[in-house]
């Protein structure tokens, strides 16, 4: 990558470390909030945290009215309706843009009150109030139609105009371990850590997958009906996509005019890699997704099995290589440069507490293989799991076609596999098969490995793997007098220009085919 894009990522990397933290930061600060002194108000104000999203709606919920309402709600669940009282209400603890009390009761069990942020008339609109709504029916249906592990829903309320004074879902407490503690433990013995991420892979998967049973012919938010029942997805009167190109052409149709000839450039590449992206063979249907697979919306036990998955907000219907049959967010991380973070200090176990840990690219690259195997065992008509295995090409042109800081970033990514690709065409100087026909060799030894492969624990390390998957192969016709080295700045300034030549245009549409499984 040029200079240009390389600067820009190094300092969006720093941006995203801060949005990382910041959730971080404000649930230690309030934390801190019900342990300390409230009457040490010398503390230097350098060391405290806005937390200005969250002041209007701790000033409205009744919390005194939270124990007598859960009380009285899990009651009315109680066969004989036997009232059992709550003996505790937490302090609030902010959780991305919700705040959740913990609610205990005198036998031990505990539930928990999600309220949103933005939770009092002036801020909650309609839109919110339906969003909230599908939440809750979302993880309902989930529960009871699925194995997927969701918390218990018991009550909802999508107003201001209730005891509480605020919207929220009352739910079942999941005693767990976060899955970002479990996943980056630097203690436990690397075999542990191992055998406890590949349980946890193998568990998502099984969840996930169970999503494919609810399809839809449009990417949109769910929709239900008067009597909860989901009946399909909202109507959309603009952007009805049949595929996963249209969803990225109709993003990059929105970008307006751009000026220079980098920006004009960007818009082109993009649109050359989403038409040249292949649409995935499941045709037009599109498939039920979690919104927000990422490492924090996880739960689970000491051996690594999933207890709960988090974090249902904004469920709606997408192309299964960006839904359920993707990896998880954190299993591409090394995909996008604007917020990966890892360091040979990382590997030191050197590195800074106050900041999220990485896994190197290649151990990236042996979960990612460890996650697929689940999925082709799982679900052995998905050919190898090609959608799973082509998914972090599928998820990081679809955010890169967002328009936002991070689309230089993301797009500079992609380039950068594509020229690896072009480089080794020209260095051996010997790619006989066509884009759509992967060699013999690596045919072969896809056929003799993938018989030994499975999803345990008794993988090679993460040092020790090896991608057995089949990428395409690069002919493109070669002018001896052009020069076959690409420069990203220089690329995307070409193509702001019209100056980019129809061979160079031929070689690099090769090697990004060549990044897809075949």
Known sequence: MGNLSQSLSEHLRGIAGGIVLFPLSIVNCLMRRGTEDSDDEDDDESDSIDIDPFEAVLERVQVKHIGRYVAATRAKK?????????????????????????????????????????????????????????????????????????????????????????????????????????????????????????????????????????TFNKCAPLKFDDQDCLTGVVPVENDPFSGFREVCTSRLDRWGQEESESEKGLLKLLRMFVDWTPESSDGKSFVLCHPNPNIFNFLVAEDGSVRAILDWHGAHANPPSIGNEQYPLWLMRDWDPTVYMWSEDMERREHDEDYMWEDSPDTLEFYRNVYAQCIANLRPESENAKLTRNSPLFQHLMTATSHTLFSLGQAGKIFDEVVKRVEKHVDDNSCPASVDSPNENEKDNKKDSSSKEDASCDHNSPDETEDHVEHGSIEADRDEDEDEHFDMDEFIKSLGRDGLSEHRKKLFKAGFEALFIS
């Open 78 to 214: 109680h066969p004989s309706g036997k009232k059992i009282p709550v003996v505790e209400v937490g302090t609030p603890v902010p959780v991305w843009e919700y705040l959740c009390y913990r609610v205990k009761f005198a036998d031990g069990v505990s539930w928990m009150l999600k309220v949103p942020a933005i939770g009092t008339p002036d801020q909650f609109d309609e839109d919110d109030a339906e969003a909230l709504r599908s939440e809750a029916l979302t993880m309902m249906m989930l529960r009871r139609e699925t194995t997927i592990p969701i918390p218990e829903v018991f009550s909802y309320n999508n107003t201001c105009k209730n005891k509480l004074k605020v919207p929220f879902i009352l739910m079942e407490f999941i005693d767990a371990r976060p899955l970002d503690e479990v996943w980056h433990d630097r203690e436990s013995p690397k075999e542990v850590v191992q055998a406890r991420r590949t349980r946890c892979l193998q568990d998502i998967a099984a969840a996930y997958l169970q999503l494919g049973k609810y």
